[in-house]
């Protein structure tokens, strides 16, 4: 099974370690989340804390995604293209 690590939610600044790190483990991806906005209010929990809270998002920064690749890109060896999936909204 592969795994795809997605570090959008560390600081920016570890981003490029990130990549360089699942690239040394043999990841053949690494995700980036990117969203045109991130709602604070919805009408759903999200279902990925215990108490439905987005609070995870407040302080984050969400980077643009296309210098975010051009630095990955450049940061590690193997290069198996981009593929720029949207999941809908």
Known sequence: MQYTPDPTLLESA??????????SLGSES?????SVFFP???????????????????DKPFLDVF?????WVRATRRRNGC???????
């Open 30 to 34: 690494v995700g980036l989340s990117e």
């Open 40 to 58: 604070h209010d919805t009408s759903s929990a999200y279902p990925y804390n215990d108490d439905g809270s987005r609070t995870h998002l407040e």
């Open 67 to 71: 210098p975010v690749i051009q630095r």
């Open 83 to 89: 593929q720029h999936e949207r999941n809908p909204t």
């Open 14 to 23: 570890n981003y490029i370690p990130a990549a360089r790190l699942a690239e």
